[in-house]
Structure formats: structure tokens, C-alpha cells
């Protein structure tokens, strides 16, 4: 079993609607965790942390749900411009250092 | 623009050479980590440096190899290269230690090819 596992979609998205994805991770002891988004061929860039109470970024909102080692992304009034892949990062419980374990992406396609 | 920068951009190498990439990480970072990201998967951990030292290895071989220096640069070397070698390398900037939640920031990445 993969350590994050995640759909890779795509998910097809109509312009304004709203578009929710999960992943889920397998070590329970994790500590930290994240959602990057990846534009093709770049660099991931750090869209938001995800902290237990949940959080809220504008359109975007983030969950954790450690019962059950999952963590969920969902966008609201989805723009043409949040078309990417998304990325789901856990920060595994280690002694030292901060060695982020990536999923392998959910891809999203903002259509008109 | 996260303020860490890789070199070179692109780079095409031919199997059985070496290769050294470099990083410099954001200003005030003291932790950087490297990783590999082929086409179509998740960024994947070689290894992380943290004050010039070594703090952790990812499951990739000897022959992947590198170093962090007193202003917290880094260099990625890669020796005997493979054709699986070709993929994105990508540098993460972060302050290590127990500072932070671990968020790390990225370089644009080298893009290496092995023919």
C-alpha cells in the first residue's frame, strides 16, 4: 500500500461549480499535512496546510479527518485558473527533520 | 516566487556520466531537501540536509549523492546514470530543526535527461 494515495482524476470540472477530492495516507502517526498544486511542468507550489480543526483558504477549504487518515480538498466557484494537479503532502512523525511524502496527484480541469 | 533557485535549467547526459545539480535554498531556510519526480507521479525523497549534515535518506541508491554547504546551498551528484535517471529534480527550501510544521518551498526544478 502506497504511504499517500490519492485519485488521479482528472476531474472534469464545469466553471463555478464546486469539486471536493481525498487522500488518504497510511502512517497514523503523521504530524503535518498539505496540499501543493503543480502546474505542468513546474515546480509544486504550497496551496494551504491542513490543521485538524480544519481551515479555509478564500474558495479553498481544507479537512482532516485522522479516525479515518484522510485529508480533503474541495474548491468553491472553480476558476479556469484551478486547472492543475493537486497534491497531497503528509509530513510523516520523524525523529527529525521535516520529509514530506507526496501522493501522486489528483488532476483538475476547469472547464467553460 | 519562493525565493530558491536551481541550476541548470535542463540538462541531457548520456548514460554512465555524472551529474551535478545545484540548489540555493530561500534566505533565512537552513534545511534543504532534495527530490525526484518522474513524468506523471508524485515528487518522491532522495535526501534532506539539515546545517551541512545529512538528516535522512529517501530509497535510492549510493550513487545518488550530495552535500550542503555553509551558506546552506546544496548539490545533488548522481553518478553512473541510468536511463530511469531521467526525471525533475527538484530542491525544497525549509527551516528544519523544530522550527515550523515542515512546510518546505520549491526550486523551478532540473530537468534531466539520460540517453
Known amino acids: 500500500r502506497k504511504e499517500v494515495e490519492q485519485d488521479p482524476g482528472p476531474f472534469n470540472v464545469p466553471e463555478g461549480a464546486t469539486v471536493a477530492f481525498n487522500c488518504t495516507y497510511s502512517?497514523?502517526?503523521?504530524?503535518?499535512f498539505f496540499w501543493y498544486r503543480q502546474d505542468c511542468r513546474k515546480e509544486p507550489k504550497l496551496l494551504m496546510s491542513?490543521?485538524?480543526s480544519g481551515n479555509e483558504d478564500g474558495r479553498f477549504t481544507a479537512q482532516l479527518n485522522r479516525a479515518s487518515q484522510y485529508i480533503s480538498l474541495l474548491i468553491r466557484d472553480s476558476k479556469l485558473s484551478d486547472s492543475a494537479t493537486y497534491l497531497c503532502?503528509?509530513?510523516?512523525?520523524?525523529?527529525?527533520?521535516?520529509?514530506?511524502?507526496f501522493g501522486g496527484g489528483t488532476r483538475v480541469l476547469v472547464k467553460p | 516566487e519562493t525565493g530558491v533557485t536551481q541550476s541548470p535549467t535542463h540538462l541531457i547526459k548520456t548514460r554512465g556520466q555524472q551529474v551535478t545539480l545545484r540548489c540555493s535554498s530561500q534566505s533565512g531556510h537552513n534545511t534543504v531537501s532534495w527530490y525526484q519526480q518522474a513524468l506523471g507521479q508524485g515528487p518522491q525523497f532522495i535526501f534532506q540536509?539539515?546545517?551541512?549534515?545529512?538528516?535522512g535518506r529517501g530509497n535510492f541508491p549510493p550513487r545518488f549523492s550530495g552535500l550542503q554547504f555553509p551558506n546552506y546551498s546544496s548539490e545533488l551528484n548522481v553518478n553512473a546514470l541510468e536511463l530511469d535517471d531521467s526525471a525533475l529534480y527538484l530542491c525544497a527550501s525549509s527551516l528544519g530543526g523544530t522550527s515550523g510544521r515542515g512546510e518546505q518551498y520549491f526550486g523551478p526544478g532540473t530537468r534531466l535527461t539520460v540517453t
Open positions: 491542513v490543521y485538524s
Open positions: 502512517n497514523s502517526a503523521s504530524q503535518s
Open positions: 503532502v503528509v509530513n510523516p512523525a520523524q525523529a527529525a527533520g521535516n520529509k514530506l511524502t
Open positions: 540536509y539539515y546545517r551541512e549534515e545529512e538528516n
